[in-house]
């Protein structure tokens, strides 16, 4: 494979037009503490982001919302607990939301995913637009859609993380699991909402309908009760992220091999198959070849699919990314059609450790300059030492370490992640297409990203910022 890492000597006038690359604030914690104090005080919700007895856990996205389990920087998630009872029927009712992507997915009481039902698959009611289809009218005022959620598994053959075209569904598969009656589970999510839409992308949260076994119906907080949605989680203690425990178990384990493993110099990128191959990372042991395809992180997107690498400080105070950069509909900024490309959305995501999964922040692929040889440049540090020309208008992305690193005891540890989603079938760079953990630089071609510790003044003399002067 030609490598392409070399760093560009000019940056192009075009790229001055680029929408800024990440520069949100670390909140730390105990400012969120006084703030959420602050609102108890005043009557108001600690938490800020709308809810529903219904779709009572979240937002969970990046600072100050519900920061666990890895979420997008770019996305707002919510969960909704429940239990069908016998003989009733639950459907979804709602709107698609002005995004670039939503889904409904249900998991088992380990976090782990069993069915994805995506935007694309779901059929609007009569009189309705899936806006999310090609070249559809993403700004219909129609667009209304009932999805039904139907206690059995999903068929074991479905395929995972792809764009399926021309398929569609109408139930959702969420299984009860755990102690009797048994608990369901539902993640509702939306990525990159249009620029001026709220949370939910101006669409409101779905609306539970609930059909009992005598016929009568329960909308939206009257179904609740019924629903048991305030029950206690049936959770194990390791979905949302690794136990304290465990995860000093694999530091001790990493450090007998070098004091920085499982950072590596050129990095190791690895595959999010199952929790084994999670493990294996800081163990050093391979994975199964037949281990199922994002099922291993804390509460996974069936429609992603993710490489990661595990960054160290003390190998360079800069991580610089360079790679090829797949296209992707432009929603942002309101675009009237869906249009298409290689996925349907990328991101990297900087984030702590895997007994934190808090994310630091991420950029996606609207907000990642792109050069005109169809090349990108990200640079991951903390904020002291950001490079000065780390930033869009010299056309380069940038990610924050967090200055206590994994947030569990490392300061100099960040986890870098790459999201694919729904690779299209013509496209076969995807992380959706990487065969195995050997495979992925075949596999992924020039898309397959370089990486290379270096020093702040390094990568400021050798990526020169040439803007015109005014």
Request: neutral net charge; proline residues 9%.
């Amino acid at each position: 494979m030609k490598s392409k890492f070399a760093l560009p000597g000019a940056v192009a006038a075009a790229l001055i037009l680029v929408l800024g690359a990440a520069s949100a604030e670390i909140v730390a914690p105990a400012k969120l503490a006084a703030d959420a104090m602050a609102a108890v005080a005043a009557g108001h919700d600690p938490i800020p982001g709308p809810r529903s007895c219904f779709w009572s856990r979240g937002p969970a996205s990046g600072d100050p919302y519900l920061n666990v389990a890895y979420p997008d920087a770019a996305t707002f998630y919510w969960a909704a607990t429940f239990t069908v009872p016998a003989g009733a029927r639950l459907t979804i009712e709602g709107r698609f939301p002005h995004s670039r992507y939503m889904s409904l997915i249900s998991y088992d009481g380990a976090g782990v995913p069993i069915e994805s039902v995506a935007d694309y698959l779901i059929q609007p009611v009569p009189g309705s637009v899936n806006p999310f289809l090609p070249g559809a009218d993403r700004h219909s005022a129609q667009r209304d859609y009932r999805l039904e959620v139907v206690d059995a598994p999903p068929d074991p053959n479905q395929p995972v993380g792809m764009n399926i075209v021309g398929q569609s569904r109408a139930a959702l598969h969420a299984p009860k699991y755990g102690q009797a009656p048994g608990q369901q589970a539902v993640l509702y999510r939306i990525y990159a909402r249009d620029n001026g839409s709220d949370e939910t992308g101006n669409a409101g949260l779905p609306e539970p309908v609930l059909t009992l076994a005598d016929g009568q119906v329960l909308r939206g907080a009257q179904s609740c009760t019924a629903l048991r949605v305030r029950q206690p989680l049936q959770l194990d203690p390791a979905a949302m992220a690794v136990p304290m425990g465990k995860y000093h178990e694999l530091l001790e384990a990493a450090a007998k091999k070098s004091p920085t493993f499982p950072a590596t110099v050129p990095p190791t990128w690895y595959q999010q198959l199952d929790r084994d191959a999670l493990y294996g990372i800081y163990l050093g042991t391979p994975p199964n070849p037949n281990a199922r395809k994002s099922e291993g992180g804390f509460y996974p997107n069936l429609d992603n699919q993710y490489i990661r690498t595990i960054v160290n400080r003390r190998l360079g105070k800069v991580f610089v990314v360079r790679a090829k950069a797949p296209t992707t509909p432009h929603t942002v900024h309101g675009d009237a059609r869906m249009g298409g490309g290689d996925l349907r959305y990328w991101s990297w995501c900087s984030n702590q450790g895997f007994a934190n999964t808090r994310v630091n922040d991420c950029v996606h692929d609207e907000n990642i300059p792109v050069g005109p040889d169809g090349y990108y440049t990200l640079v991951l540090s903390r904020a002291a030492d950001r490079p000065r020309n780390a930033i869009a208008q010299c056309g380069i992305a940038w990610l924050p370490m967090a200055d206590d690193g994994d947030g569990a005891g490392d300061a100099d540890v960040t986890v870098l992640q790459l999201r694919n989603m729904l690779g299209a079938g013509a496209f076969k760079h995807a992380v959706q297409s990487v065969a195995g953990p050997e495979t992925i630089a075949r596999d992924m071609g020039e898309y397959y990203p370089q990486g290379r510790y270096i020093s702040t003044s390094a990568f400021e003399i050798a990526v020169p910022c040439l803007l015109e002067k005014r």
